[in-house]
């Protein structure tokens, strides 16, 4: 079992960046994939990011690519999603998921464990 805490979340004006935290519970966490998926209000939970259990592969939505970086650190059972140049587009809940699959994936499904979320507000 997995345990994910989000945090990092707040109000930043358009064309600033935030750091987000996924904490992690579980001896495993280090074999897991883990990815970043977001909702705006209103709308369906969409992907933004992934990440192998090892960092070697990434992948990223086309919408963030180029100003978002997705990392880990499995000593510390954390990844992170560093958000530069935010948009007010930006501006939904984000969630860390995180799957028994060591690989990186981009589907919903593939994910076993999820966190509660963390607010991103991105202010014109």
């Known amino acids: 079992q997995v345990q994910l805490v989000e945090s990092g979340g707040g109000l930043v004006q358009a064309g600033g960046s935030l750091r987000l935290s996924c904490a992690a519970s579980?001896?495993?966490?280090?074999?897991?994939?883990v990815g970043w998926f977001r909702q705006a209000p209103g709308k369906e939970r969409v992907f933004v990011a992934t990440?192998?259990?090892?960092?070697?592969?990434?992948y990223y939505a086309d919408s963030v690519k180029g100003r978002f970086t997705i990392s880990r650190d499995n000593a510390k059972n954390t990844v992170y999603l560093q958000m530069n140049s935010l948009k007010p587009g930006d501006t939904a809940v984000y969630y860390c998921?995180?799957?028994?699959?060591?690989?990186?994936?981009?589907?919903?499904?593939?994910?076993?464990?999820w966190g509660q979320g963390t607010q991103v507000t991105v202010s014109s």
């Open positions: 990440i192998n259990w090892g960092g070697a592969s990434t």
């Open positions: 579980g001896r495993t966490f280090g074999t897991y994939g």
């Open positions: 998921a995180a799957r028994a699959g060591s690989s990186a994936a981009t589907a919903e499904s593939q994910y076993n464990y």
